[in-house]
């Protein structure tokens, strides 16, 4: 027997419409790429992007087709969001960090026909523009007065964003999509490859919006004011441009201005309480403070992902900005939030060093997230804090299969993260290391992002990582590359005699490189696999 229930789609566009109605006034200000600050209301988002749906159309634009962006956390890429999936169209948001050679690659393997680009990426279209297989047409998120020619020779010429906005009628009928198709499209990094395309259901976009606001993750309601620094061409800004317009919170988008001097100023003029970003990015937000002498006041809680936070960042923001640092984890095929440390009544309760050191950990399932580990045989390994096993996990908005692949990538039903954790009694999961990272020494492992947080506590170091390299003995030992601050010296022996009592005797590395940078992935993650290629012989 059946419950007696209206069954009404979960769509993309029905967020708009109900911010459009309820949240009519609420406020989306955005950094411009051409300069200056862009301010309006969720009613005036939901007007232009009708008219943007219009014109989607009048460009040949249909249900299924996908629409490609090369663009900043702006106000227009934030139109597109709801204008391609609100039409039925898949909306294929792409990383310009990528090389060039991987931006061909998924341009073509999308087979996107449109991309609107904003006037920074030109140069880089330049590039892959001749090896495009695809594309018809070319819209740039700008005005008339910032209009560029087209450098593309026997190109496509360069359409006006603006100019087709203000063309149309912002009469449009937001079609009733069935919620199971396809909405988005977005591709992971591609460190082991060619990228791989994870296909977003609008269903699975809603349950993961009506998941991340709730209190137990992200705590996103209508008073906060947001500023996502995670790019809306990654991961669809962690789907923070539907949550926050489902409660209709403040939404602050940055633009390109990801710089310390540009984000306190952003935060400091729009009294912004919540961020939400990757590692790298506070460093230099804290460094920036740090140099000034500002502290983030109006800011209460910082959402940290992309890589593990440091315990020396998660003191910085509670003891210097009074901030709350909740640390979350996920991946693209996981759209991509899958754990959330947020603060509950068993974290108020405990010692401060002791929540800080809980606080590391990348905390518990939000509901609809299920978790296990398990170990080579793939059997469930206990949830005591301290076994070892590869993550996996499942739930309705977790990817069963990549865009044009058949091979299935599930165990048994279950998603194989590549992620070696910890689940421990309470439920917090801790990421050990990547399956590819773990160094196994003399037939134990040792966490190289454990050995690492512990690394650059010292407050000499900037920045550093650690590889397992091949030795004659004991199979793979660690090697620690750091990066010193600007005007700061330090031996190799008084980093390990620091390190001495923070880790166990035989985690300790076996050699200290100096370097003056290391090489990150186009999401900002330490790029490891190019560092075993280079240091491989070091220790042998």
Same mark, same amino acid.
């Given at each position: 027997?059946?419950?007696?229930?209206?069954? +009404?789609? *979960?769509?993309?566009?029905?967020?708009?419409?109900?911010?459009?109605?309820?949240?009519?006034?609420?406020?989306?200000?955005?950094?411009?790429?051409?300069?200056?600050?862009?301010?309006?209301?969720?009613?005036?988002?939901?007007?232009?992007?009708?008219?943007?749906?219009?014109?989607?159309?009048?460009?040949?634009?249909?249900?299924?087709?996908?629409?490609?962006?090369?663009?900043?956390?702006? @106000?227009?890429?934030?139109?597109?969001?709801?204008?391609?999936?609100?039409?039925?169209?898949?909306?294929?948001?792409?990383?310009?960090?990528?090389?060039?050679?991987?931006?061909?690659?998924?341009?073509?393997?999308?087979?996107?026909?449109?991309?609107?680009?904003?006037?920074?990426?030109?140069?880089?279209?330049?590039?892959?523009?001749?090896?495009?297989?695809? *594309?018809?047409?070319?819209?740039?998120?700008?005005?008339?007065?910032?209009?560029?020619?087209?450098?593309?020779?026997?190109?496509?010429?360069? *359409?006006?964003?603006?100019?087709?906005?203000?063309?149309?009628? =912002?009469?449009?009928?937001?079609?009733?999509?069935?919620?199971? !198709?396809?909405?988005?499209?977005?591709?992971? +990094?591609?460190?082991?490859?060619?990228?791989?395309?994870?296909?977003?259901?609008?269903?699975? #976009?809603?349950?993961?919006?009506?998941?991340?606001?709730?209190?137990?993750?992200?705590?996103?309601? /209508?008073?906060? #004011?947001?500023?996502?620094?995670?790019?809306?061409? @990654?991961?669809?800004?962690?789907?923070?441009?539907?949550?926050?317009?489902?409660?209709?919170?403040?939404?602050?988008?940055?633009?390109?201005?990801?710089?310390?001097?540009?984000?306190?100023?952003?935060?400091?003029?729009?009294?912004?309480?919540?961020?939400?970003?990757?590692?790298?990015?506070?460093?230099?937000?804290?460094?920036?403070?740090?140099?000034?002498?500002?502290?983030? =006041?109006?800011?209460?809680?910082?959402?940290?992902?992309?890589?593990?936070?440091?315990?020396?960042?998660?003191?910085?923001?509670?003891?210097?900005?009074?901030?709350?640092?909740?640390?979350?984890?996920?991946?693209?095929?996981?759209?991509?939030?899958?754990?959330? /440390?947020?603060?509950?009544?068993?974290?108020?309760?405990?010692?401060?060093?002791?929540?800080? #050191?809980?606080?590391?950990?990348?905390?518990?399932?939000?509901?609809?997230?299920?978790?296990?580990?398990?170990?080579?045989?793939?059997?469930?390994?206990? @949830?005591?804090?301290?076994?070892?096993?590869?993550?996996?996990?499942?739930?309705?908005?977790?990817?069963? +299969?990549?865009?044009?692949?058949?091979?299935?990538? *599930?165990?048994?039903?279950?998603?194989?993260?590549?992620?070696?954790? #910890?689940?421990?009694?309470?439920?917090?999961?801790?990421?050990?290391?990547?399956?590819?990272?773990?160094?196994?020494?003399?037939?134990?492992?040792?966490? !190289?992002?454990?050995?690492?947080?512990?690394?650059?506590?010292?407050?000499?170091?900037?920045?550093?990582?650690?590889?397992?390299?091949?030795?004659?003995?004991?199979?793979?030992?660690?090697?620690?590359?750091?990066?010193?601050?600007?005007?700061?010296?330090?031996?190799?022996?008084?980093?390990?005699?620091?390190?001495?009592?923070?880790?166990?005797?035989?985690?300790?590395?076996?050699?200290?490189?100096?370097?003056?940078?290391?090489?990150?992935?186009?999401?900002?993650?330490?790029?490891?696999?190019?560092?075993?290629?280079?240091?491989?012989?070091?220790?042998?």
């Amino acid at each position: 027997m059946k419950g007696l229930m209206m069954d +009404s789609h *979960l769509t993309v566009s029905s967020i708009l419409q109900y911010a459009e109605k309820y949240h009519k006034d609420g406020e989306i200000v955005s950094r411009n790429v051409e300069g200056g600050i862009h301010r309006y209301s969720y009613q005036d988002a939901a007007i232009r992007s009708r008219c943007l749906a219009n014109a989607l159309k009048r460009l040949g634009v249909t249900q299924q087709d996908r629409v490609a962006t090369l663009a900043w956390n702006t @106000h227009r890429h934030y139109e597109l969001y709801y204008a391609v999936s609100g039409s039925g169209a898949i909306l294929h948001t792409i990383n310009p960090r990528l090389f060039p050679d991987q931006l061909a690659y998924i341009l073509n393997h999308a087979e996107d026909e449109v991309l609107f680009l904003d006037l920074t990426f030109i140069p880089l279209l330049e590039q892959v523009a001749p090896q495009l297989k695809s *594309l018809k047409k070319i819209v740039v998120l700008t005005d008339r007065e910032h209009m560029p020619k087209s450098p593309l020779p026997d190109a496509i010429p360069f *359409l006006c964003y603006e100019a087709l906005i203000e063309a149309e009628s =912002d009469a449009y009928e937001w079609p009733d999509i069935d919620e199971t !198709s396809a909405a988005s499209l977005c591709y992971t +990094s591609g460190t082991t490859g060619n990228p791989k395309g994870v296909l977003y259901s609008h269903r699975s #976009t809603i349950l993961h919006a009506w998941a991340s606001i709730s209190r137990e993750a992200l705590d996103i309601g /209508n008073n906060n #004011t947001l500023l996502p620094v995670v790019p809306m061409f @990654h991961v669809n800004a962690w789907g923070i441009p539907y949550s926050a317009t489902m409660v209709g919170a403040k939404l602050i988008l940055p633009g390109a201005g990801m710089d310390g001097a540009s984000l306190c100023e952003l935060i400091a003029a729009e009294q912004v309480d919540l961020l939400l970003g990757v590692p790298t990015i506070w460093l230099g937000l804290l460094q920036y403070c740090e140099q000034q002498g500002i502290t983030l =006041d109006p800011v209460k809680n910082v959402v940290i992902g992309g890589a593990a936070a440091p315990i020396t960042m998660i003191r910085d923001f509670q003891e210097k900005h009074n901030a709350f640092v909740m640390h979350a984890w996920g991946m693209t095929e996981l759209s991509p939030i899958g754990t959330v /440390n947020s603060l509950n009544r068993y974290m108020s309760n405990l010692p401060l060093e002791a929540r800080y #050191t809980l606080q590391t950990k990348q905390g518990r399932p939000v509901y609809g997230i299920e978790m296990k580990i398990a170990g080579q045989d793939n059997q469930a390994l206990p @949830h005591d804090g301290e076994s070892f096993g590869h993550l996996l996990v499942k739930g309705p908005w977790v990817a069963t +299969s990549y865009y044009k692949e058949d091979k299935s990538p *599930l165990i048994d039903g279950w998603f194989d993260t590549g992620d070696v954790a #910890t689940i421990d009694p309470q439920g917090y999961m801790n990421i050990v290391d990547r399956s590819k990272d773990v160094i196994k020494s003399g037939g134990e492992w040792i966490s !190289s992002i454990d050995l690492e947080n512990a690394a650059i506590g010292h407050p000499a170091l900037a920045e550093c990582a650690v590889i397992g390299v091949p030795h004659p003995k004991w199979d793979e030992r660690p090697l620690l590359l750091a990066v010193l601050k600007e005007d700061m010296e330090i031996s190799k022996e008084e980093i390990i005699f620091y390190l001495s009592d923070k880790v166990a005797k035989w985690w300790l590395p076996d050699d200290i490189i100096f370097v003056d940078e290391l090489p990150h992935t186009a999401t900002g993650k330490i790029l490891k696999m190019k560092l075993r290629e280079s240091y491989q012989g070091t220790l042998s």
